[in-house]
T-cell receptor, first 112, second 114 residues
Framework: EAQVTQNPRYLITVTGKKLTVTCSQNMNHEYMSWYRQDPGLGLRQIYYSMNVEVTDKGDVPEGYKVSRKEKRNFPLILESPSPNQTSLYFC???????????FGPGTRLTVL | RKEVEQDPGPFNVPEGATVAFNCTYSNSASQSFFWYRQDCRKEPKLLMSVYSSGNEDGRFTAQLNRASQYISLLIRDSKLSDSATYLCVVNGGGTTDSWGKLQFGAGTQVVVTP
């Protein structure tokens, strides 16, 4: 089954404690991206990657890092989380048709 | 000004009725348009693409008006299962993201009532 998986699904942490949210896809897609979703703001792109070892900033990259060492994985790293990073995070891949994005189930992060 | 704007709703619709709502976009160079559906903070899923000539998928009809820079979604014979948030998505094109940056609206909530 084609899917995008994220872990953890829920996380409560404290300010400054480094964390990583993993994202993995089995669709062999080159394009992957991370979004955050906040009430009234819609999905905003954090980082994207057009291929292995190629990453670029989206609209709200501050406070985040990513890496793309292999095609299937695209982890999101928060080196020093702050309360304003409390949000719902989605990882997504995009197929060759450049149209449909497939989203992971989301990670609900709370930073205290 | 947001690049993609939607009426947040909620649109309260009796079962069996028709509901329609729009989404406006600011980038006149936008090339592709989509409607996604999102249920209760779950992941968004593609509902339908929007073509220049308009298109229909069962009870759902999407229209594009390039002159006025908006797209619309119409749902006929609403079902309880249509209750969801509908996200307008626009592919801006012409950016450093050669695949075209997707811009998401904040969503329109539809609540279908018995």
């Amino acid at each position: 089954e084609a899917q995008v998986t994220q872990n953890p699904r829920y996380l409560i942490t404290v300010t400054g404690k480094k964390l990583t949210v993993t994202c993995s896809q089995n669709m062999n897609h080159e394009y992957m991206s991370w979004y955050r979703q906040d009430p009234g703001l819609g999905l905003r792109q954090i980082y994207y990657s057009m291929n292995v070892e190629v990453t670029d900033k989206g609209d709200v990259p501050e406070g985040y890092k990513v890496s793309r060492k292999e095609k299937r994985n695209f982890p999101l790293i928060l080196e020093s989380p702050s309360p304003n990073q409390t949000s719902l995070y989605f990882c997504a891949t995009r197929g060759q048709a450049y149209n449909e994005q497939f989203f992971g189930p989301g990670t609900r992060l709370t930073v205290l | 000004r947001k690049e993609v704007e939607q009426d947040p709703g909620p649109f309260n619709v009796p079962e069996g009725a028709t509901v329609a709502f729009n989404c406006t976009y600011s980038n006149s160079a936008s090339q592709s348009f989509f409607w996604y559906r999102q249920d209760c903070r779950k992941e968004p899923k593609l509902l339908m693409s929007v073509y220049s000539s308009g298109n229909e998928d069962g009870r759902f009809t999407a229209q594009l008006n390039r002159a006025s820079q908006y797209i619309s979604l119409l749902i006929r014979d609403s079902k309880l299962s249509d209750s969801a948030t509908y996200l307008c998505v626009v592919n801006g094109g012409g950016t450093t993201d050669s695949w075209g940056k997707l811009q998401f609206g904040a969503g329109t909530q539809v609540v279908v009532t018995p």
